[in-house]
């Protein structure tokens, strides 16, 4: 149900704080054609949380080369953990110790059988244990959704109740799981739907002891047809200003991350129609309120079309927010 990002991140150390830098020309990986054939590019919009005190469910988009991939490999720091067939992008990761801070990364893996780059690294911490735990969580309830666009959907439900609490919510198409969410959270924006289609959802609770809850009540959302991103995927509240500080100008950015049950740890910002930079937050991604400053270079009066968008957390590329005209001085 996930589909490629149309465009690889740019690598942290060399764009996180790019001004005004084209996307093609901040060192991407490379997806050309060499002597044996299109290379891989690492796995996009990798994920990972914290299923209970010895699990973690992590979840991968495809990689955007166009070579051949035959399976994937999931690595828990340098250690292979994984290896699965080209059909699974999700996996729970199990036997891990309560109370612990994993890092795991994933590479997609050739007909020879040879790994490609890792994919970014993500942490996560798995939480406490709990002594002599057999209760289940009770059912989560008031399951309702809505069909955001052509590609999207979202979910909310009411809280479940454990006795030691709740730590993750499992989120179900038909049989099948497809996301996870941190039990503080009771709302997921599930993205990469196809235009038009109809889906079945359900909720299960989970808590510390991987005791999982009887399934919520069916959702059945059908998507718009057409392209469209949905607007749930959008930043809210987006403000532009011109600024001139020091003889330089720049454009203060502010937004507010959409809410898509999971953390945003990039933007595209757009300048005059064109993307001027990305800005990448990887571990340290706010979780709402945000702000960003770039450098213009302008002179004289100025005036200015930017407009911004998120990725979402299994790595597709959301809704552009409302574009906003900044004018000044300088």
């Not at 993750?168 to 969410?181: A, E, L, M």
């Not at 990725?311 to 959301?318: A, I, K, S, V, Y």
Request: aromatic fraction near 6%; proline fraction near 7%; include cysteine.
């Amino acid at each position: 149900m996930r589909r490629v990002p149309p465009r690889p991140l740019l690598p942290r150390a060399a764009c996180a704080t790019a001004l005004l830098t084209v996307l093609s020309g901040c060192g991407l990986l490379s997806s050309g054609d060499g002597a044996d054939g299109p290379a891989l590019s690492e796995p996009l919009g990798v994920t990972a949380q914290a299923g209970s005190a010895t699990s973690v469910h992590v979840m991968w988009n495809r990689p955007t080369s166009t070579a051949g991939v035959e399976g994937y490999e999931v690595y828990r720091g340098k250690v292979r953990v994984k290896q699965l067939p080209a059909t699974q992008q999700m996996v729970d990761v199990t036997g891990l110790r309560p109370k612990t801070r994993y890092v795991f990364t994933v590479r997609a893996r050739d007909k020879d059988g040879e790994p490609g780059p890792a994919s970014r690294r993500v942490t996560v911490t798995t939480p406490a244990a709990v002594a002599a735990d057999r209760s289940a969580p009770s059912r989560p309830t008031g399951l309702r959704g809505e069909a955001d666009g052509a590609r999207s959907v979202s979910l909310s439900w009411r809280k479940a109740h454990d006795d030691k609490g709740v730590v993750s919510y499992d989120v179900y198409q038909g049989t099948t799981k497809i996301h996870s969410v941190p039990g503080t959270r009771t709302e997921a924006l599930l993205t990469g739907m196809r235009p038009g289609t109809a889906y079945t959802f359900s909720v299960r609770a989970r808590d510390a002891a991987d005791n999982t809850s009887p399934a919520s009540e069916k959702v059945r959302l059908t998507t718009a047809r057409g392209e469209d991103e949905g607007a749930g995927t959008a930043p809210a509240d987006f403000r532009a200003a011109l600024r001139r500080s020091d003889g330089a100008s720049y454009i203060d950015l502010t937004w507010t991350a959409p809410r898509t049950g999971g953390d945003v740890p990039a933007y595209q910002v757009y300048l005059d129609g064109k993307q001027a930079t990305t800005v990448v937050w990887g571990d340290s991604a706010p979780k709402g309120a945000a702000k960003y400053s770039f450098y213009t270079g302008d002179g004289g009066d100025a005036r200015h079309r930017v407009k911004i968008r998120a990725q979402l957390p299994d790595g597709t590329w959301g809704a552009f927010s409302p574009e906003r005209t900044v004018t000044g001085r300088q």
